[in-house]
């Protein structure tokens, strides 16, 4: 790729990819407002002179000197704590930041790849979610301001496909976690590693039937960096682990894998949260040859080990 911008570079993934393209001799521009990201993440990055850090919010502008040959769009607050209490930042980021960084795309002519969620299929009436279903999504909903930011991103990303050429990629990712997850970011994750380690109440909210599928953040790094290197411009492609587990099963996995005396206690179900939540990747197996290699006990084991020395 040769100079790769990453926007929300200094994020949980956007971090992981910064260290993806540098590890392969690419430059690497991170640009991130600093808002949900930190730049603790991509400090160990500042040595190489081959790295660039911009803080800057997305939704205003964006300028970089010289050539671009491909953009990253990672900028957005990713958790439900952080869009239920940046509802508009959430939304300006999906539409005006969108917006911006295509422009730079086209401008400079780069690749341009959108980081998408399975949040766009909402509260699944099709079960596994492939890319050809539309949602079940409530736009006026609490969940509203972060579903539908990423589904108008998804619009205008491919309306600069087919209105200005622009070689474009539309990742939706399903549950990932891994080192630099954030440890109060509200998310299934690092909310029952931090109760777990600290032998808190573990709080599974609703029954617990309602299910997730988990991906380890280096495999879907692999599929992000493969979808980007293809050909595949016709929509979007699902990354995500497509073993499904209950929310009461991973809450008894994460108290086994750390030797919790935690109890598992239940809580009222959020508005709108999904049921049912699991990755169709045939799409992804037959254009990257891509599936996840990190099993859901390896990857939980390394994540834990992350949070051990932050809790």
């Known amino acids: 790729m040769a100079r790769v911008l990453i926007t929300g570079g200094a994020g949980f993934i956007g971090s992981h990819l910064c ?12 640009m991130d407002s600093l808002l949900t990201g930190s730049a603790d993440n991509i400090a160990h990055l500042f040595a190489d002179r081959r790295f660039t850090f911009i803080q800057q919010d997305v939704t205003t502008y964006i300028y970089v000197k010289g050539p671009v040959d491909a953009i990253l769009h990672f900028a957005s607050p990713a958790s439900p704590v952080d869009y239920l209490e940046l509802p508009i930042q959430t939304l300006k980021v999906g539409s005006l930041g969108t917006h911006k960084a295509l422009g730079l795309a086209k401008e400079k002519g780069a690749r341009f790849l959108l980081a998408s969620t399975s949040e766009c299929y909402g509260d699944p009436l099709v079960h596994p979610q492939n890319e050809d279903y539309w949602g079940n999504v409530n736009p006026i909903g609490p969940r509203g301001v972060y579903d539908e930011a990423k589904r108008f ?3 205008m990303t491919m309306a600069y496909h087919r209105t200005h050429g622009v070689q474009t990629r539309i990742v939706r990712i399903f549950n990932t976690h891994g080192a630099r997850m954030r440890l109060h970011d ?3 994750v690092p909310n029952f590693i931090a109760q777990a380690l ?3 109440p573990i709080t599974v909210y609703g029954d617990g039937t309602q299910t997730r599928s988990f991906c380890y953040v280096s495999d ?4 992000i960096v493969r979808l980007l290197r293809s050909d595949y411009d016709e929509g979007p ?10 929310i009461q099963q991973f809450a ?4 086994a894998l750390t030797g919790s005396k935690s109890e598992i206690v239940r809580r009222p ?6 049921k049912q939540r699991q990755p169709d990747i045939t799409r992804a197996k037959r254009i990257l040859g891509w599936e996840p290699k990190v099993g859901l006990d390896d990857g939980l084991r390394k994540t834990i080990d992350y949070f051990k020395d932050r809790v």
């Open 269 to 274: 179900l959020p508005v709108d949260d999904p």
């Open 186 to 188: 509200g998310r299934v």
């Open 153 to 155: 991103a998804e619009a």
């Open 198 to 200: 600290k032998n808190e």
């Open 220 to 223: 879907l790094v692999e599929g």
């Open 237 to 246: 492609v699902n990354l995500g682990n497509p073993v499904e587990v209950t």
């Open 252 to 255: 008894e996995r994460i108290k």
């Open 19 to 30: 260290e993806r393209f540098l590890a392969e001799g690419d430059e690497v521009i991170c």
